[in-house]
């Protein structure tokens, strides 16, 4: 470890040599792909900076405790020594976890998709809340909303809507969103108070690239239509609204929302690519599902992840046996503490592994 650690240290000085070349800092793409790069190795550095800071001290308090000492300073140097010895313990667990390798995907915005699934008019109004809920939690990191397909329900709520989530760490944080989310409350349309589950599924899939996924023009066919809103009725006459087929696998998108056909093409386009892209990772998943073992899940969206029961204002998250009696502030947007915990324990599984290995 400490052979990467230098290696890494290295790494990281010779680029600050490299930002200060005036080459480099007139050559815009260079310049950034530098500076990100640094920026991805500063944690690590600055630890194990530290962790050699603290191992020097620590080896000249072990030969200071070796020389002839009075009591009191063999026991200020025996305090030292611990200290230095727990802090120097921490560090090394510390970079430990610096150094497990870094999902590809944690620094892209996200595509989220949400739809109503059993359960009806109840199900697509849960999609509603759900989707509040993301709206509002996105607004506490300063990440950007756009939506970019909704289909609406004849009582208000969704019964499919696509969105995307821009800002930094968008997929690190919504990445374990995806899933099956069931709800227990009594729906607006029982009228015996009896309460009802139903379900909607959440997919979470980062924004890809053209250059990630090429989609030639001879594999999709392109429809236009009248866009429309709730109930079926037309909103606008013309055929700005676009419908996107991927032929080869079947995959299609969809978008009304822009203000003209071009704008919906493109988000179609970018929708289509995450499906097509999320498709491969599935099926390269599925080749070693036998060996994965995770209990943060598999991103399938049928998943069931979690569910929120009004009656007891309960949240329970059934992939790590989390639960918060919360559930009005989690559907505020207060959902650090579940995220959170479900990071800590992919990280945890993923340092296990690393071990194992």
Not at 98 to 112: A, E, R, S, T, Y
Not at 119 to 140: I, P, Q, V
Not at 154 to 179: H, N, R
Not at 320 to 337: A, P, R, Y
Request: aromatic residues 6%; contains cysteine.
């Amino acid at each position: 470890m400490l052979d990467r650690l230098q290696a890494l240290a290295d790494r990281y000085e010779k680029l600050s040599e490299l930002l200060c070349d005036p080459d480099v800092s007139s050559d815009p793409k260079r310049l950034r792909e530098l500076s990100k790069e640094q920026s991805d190795l500063q944690a690590p550095y600055e630890a194990y900076t530290e962790y050699k800071q603290v191992s020097e001290q620590l080896d000249d308090a072990k030969v200071m405790q070796g020389e002839k000492l009075d009591d009191e300073m063999r026991e200020m140097v025996k305090m030292e020594i611990d200290e230095l010895s727990t802090r120097k313990e921490e560090l090394e667990a510390h970079i430990q976890f610096l150094l497990l390798p870094k999902d590809p995907n944690d620094d892209k915005n996200v595509i989220v998709e949400i739809r109503g699934a059993a359960g009806g008019d109840e199900a697509a109004l849960f999609a509603s809340d759900l989707y509040r809920m993301y709206m509002k939690y996105a607004d506490t990191q300063g990440w950007r909303v756009e939506l970019m397909e909704a289909s609406e329900s004849d009582l208000g709520g969704f019964k499919e809507v696509i969105f995307m989530v821009t800002g930094k760490g968008a997929y690190s944080k919504l990445k374990f969103e995806s899933g099956a989310h069931r709800v227990q409350r009594i729906p607006v349309t029982e009228s015996g108070g009896r309460i009802h589950t139903s379900t909607s599924t959440v997919a979470v899939m980062p924004e890809v690239e053209e250059v990630e996924v090429e989609i030639l023009d001879k594999d999709i066919r392109v429809d236009t239509y009248c866009s429309s809103g709730a109930g079926g009725q037309s909103v606008n006459t013309t055929k700005s609204a676009v419908r996107v087929l991927h032929v080869p696998t079947g995959i299609m998108a969809q978008c009304q929302d822009g203000k003209s056909q071009n704008e919906n093409k493109a988000k179609a386009l970018q929708v289509l690519r995450a499906r097509i892209s999320d498709l491969h990772r599935q099926e390269e998943e599925a080749k070693y599902a036998g060996e994965r073992k995770s209990k943060v899940g598999t991103g399938d969206r049928s998943e069931r992840i979690r569910t929120y029961n009004y009656p007891q204002s309960r949240v329970t998250d059934h992939r790590i046996g989390l639960t918060l009696h919360k559930l009005d502030s989690v559907l505020n947007g207060d959902m650090e503490e579940i995220i959170n915990a479900l990071t800590l324990t992919a990280q945890t599984e993923l340092m296990e592994r690393e071990n194992l290995a």
